[in-house]
């Protein structure tokens, strides 16, 4: 899909401007989105003015990206700023609007939450790099940080750009790797807290699920802050989520929170599909000794005891540490780790969940 798009910058780089330049080089164009064969943009103009002058640039531009291989259709559509007014704002947050039926945006298929009991257990690197191999395995994948209180998903995925939202209510999410990525972190300047109680969050979780412009979807893997709070609670009990994914390290505090993660989802009647054990063991890149940094063994105790599959088992990995921090999931290579990804992402192929 990413080439597709690539294929359709190419294109549009040879649709210029009267007054000199391209729609690329001019940096006019915004929201590129590929579903499939289907390709829509947004053609930015300076001034209202000029974007009626552009109709018949927006044809040519439209012409241009039907004409890439793989584009069964492709639309733009011209904006501006409106002269003497700031353009709609978006507002982040707020108290949940009044719903009716279920929280669960209309063209995503299956809704897969990612959870911990304890932060900093892998739980957004997990669901950053599953939604990788998703993606790679062919799925149209989507990934919601519901991570509202902290953030990783944009610097996982390398985002920095904030997402359009052209009419102010309608948000455009973000695309990298292969994945459609909606984070409230892109919405929010990265070193400003979310101080927000119940309410409020409801409020940004509906909006994540409901504004935002999620297309056609096989999967929407949403990254859940780490406990057991209102977020867990507003998803599972308004979202129909086919099922949970708990992430562990077998560290004892770790494996007492998680515990508490899975008997939150039982009571929320949210099937749990596995568990995975993160940060299982670190082998020495110098002697190729093997450390038990966070523990040995519990996690697979305790999804025996539970009687619930180990959905995988990953070793400490500096390459995804710093894939993590670098914008490049390790998913997306062939290394043993993102060999383990993309078996996980068959196993929940082949179970039939995604
Ligand atoms: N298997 C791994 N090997 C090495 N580093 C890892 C591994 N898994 C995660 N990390 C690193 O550990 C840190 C915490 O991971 P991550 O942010 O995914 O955890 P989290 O459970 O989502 O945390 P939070 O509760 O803060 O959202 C990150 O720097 C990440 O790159």
């Not at 991570?147 to 985002?159: A, T």
């Not at 948000?171 to 807290?193: F, N, R, W, Y």
């Amino acid at each position: 899909m990413s080439e597709i798009k690539t294929a359709v910058e190419t294109v549009l780089k040879q649709v210029e401007l009267p007054d000199g330049g391209n729609l690329i080089s001019r940096d006019m164009i915004r929201a590129l989105r590929v579903d499939g064969g289907v390709v829509r943009f947004v053609i930015e103009a300076q001034s209202a003015e000029s974007a009626k002058r552009m109709e018949p640039l927006r044809q040519v531009a439209e012409r241009a990206a039907a004409s890439v291989a793989g584009v069964t259709s492709a639309s733009a559509v011209l904006s501006a700023p409106t002269a003497g007014k700031a353009p709609p704002q978006l507002k982040v947050g707020g108290h949940a609007k009044p719903q009716e039926g279920v929280m669960k945006p209309a063209g995503v298929k299956t809704i897969l939450a990612i959870g911990s009991g304890k932060g900093g257990v892998g739980k957004s690197t997990v669901s950053a790099n599953l939604a990788v191999a998703l993606a790679r395995a062919g799925k149209r994948v989507g990934l919601l940080d519901a991570d509202i209180h902290g953030p990783s998903q944009p610097r996982m995925f390398g985002l920095t750009a904030k997402p359009a939202s052209p009419d102010g209510k309608t948000i455009i999410p973000l695309e990298a790797h292969g994945v459609t990525v909606m984070s409230i972190g892109s919405m929010l300047a990265e070193d400003k807290a979310v101080v927000w109680r119940g309410p409020m969050l409801m409020g940004a979780l509906q909006q994540m699920l409901m504004q935002v412009e999620w297309g056609t979807k096989d999967v929407l893997i949403v990254d859940l802050p780490p406990g057991t709070g209102d977020v867990q609670l507003s998803l599972c009990q308004k979202s129909e989520v086919a099922g949970a994914i708990v992430v562990s390290t077998p560290q004892d505090v770790a494996l007492l929170d998680a515990r508490k993660a899975l008997d939150a989802f039982a009571t929320l009647n949210t099937p749990v599909l596995g568990l995975i054990e993160n940060m299982a063991v670190f082998t020495c890149p110098h002697c190729g000794k093997d450390s038990h940094i966070f523990g040995h063994g519990g996690v697979v105790t305790e999804a025996e005891k539970m009687g619930l599959p180990l959905l995988a088992q990953l070793p400490i990995d500096l390459d995804t540490r710093l894939g993590g921090d670098g914008g490049q999931p390790i998913a997306l290579g062939d290394s043993a780790m993102a060999q383990s990804y993309a078996q996980l992402a068959d196993r929940l192929i082949k179970s039939g969940i995604v």
